[in-house]
């Protein structure tokens, strides 16, 4: 075995080379983490988008007849039919996301008696899913409709109340009106 340099043995070289792989390895690891690093800091998604909540415009919607703008919350109330629709529109988040937290334990937290579930698309083309709840207040018995319609970056939630004694004369009203949902409504539309 021809050595390159004369003075160093066989096992001086071989220690020799194992002693230069982990510079190696630390040098590889110490680029790969910078650019790793790197493309966190320029890559805006790895960070986090935490979802707000803002006032919804009231013409996303056509309320039925017997409703009329809230002026206690955003929304529309029928005041002899003691029913509501509360209206907000939740942003950065899809109603998908949402509609993951409905679950059993979401239910007996709130006291709500899950009724059904119904995947639907508006007049205007917008996704959504609406579920039938009820609950008990004061020994009177209510129905709840929870909506969630939108597309990837906002969701309208729509909260709709109303006697379980009126149920057959306002649930075809409220159904309707949830075929109206319109993400992007102008003023010419209403």
């Known amino acids: ?5 004369p003075t160093l043995t066989t096992y001086e070289l ?7 792989l982990p510079v190696f ?6 680029f790969s983490t910078s650019n790793v690093l790197g493309q966190k ?3 805006d998604s790895l960070s986090v988008v935490i979802p707000t909540t803002i006032e919804a415009n009231l013409d996303m919607i056509v309320a039925p007849d017997v409703f009329e703008i809230s002026k ?4 529309y109330i029928s005041i002899p039919n003691s029913s509501a629709i509360m209206m907000t529109l939740i942003q950065d988040v899809n109603f998908l996301k949402i509609d993951e937290g409905m679950t059993p334990e979401f239910y007996a937290q709130n006291q709500l008696n ?4 119904s995947d639907f698309i508006s007049d205007k083309g917008v996704k959504g899913k609406y579920y039938k709840l009820s609950f008990e207040l004061k020994g009177d018995k209510f129905i ?3 909506v969630y319609a939108g597309d990837l970056k906002q969701t309208l939630w729509l909260n709709v109340t109303y006697p379980q004694s ?6 075809e009203e409220i159904l309707k009106c949830f075929q109206t949902i319109n993400l992007n409504p102008t003023s010419d539309e209403k």
Do not use: H, P
């Open 114 to 117: 899950f009724i059904s579930k």
């Open 72 to 75: 206690a919350f955003k929304g």
């Open 144 to 146: 709840r409709y929870m």
């Open 14 to 20: 071989l220690m020799k080379k194992l002693l230069c």
């Open 166 to 171: 009126l149920e057959t004369l306002l649930e």
């Open 1 to 5: 075995m021809q050595y390159i340099c």
């Open 25 to 30: 390895v630390v040098l590889l690891t110490i």
């Open 41 to 43: 800091e320029n890559d």
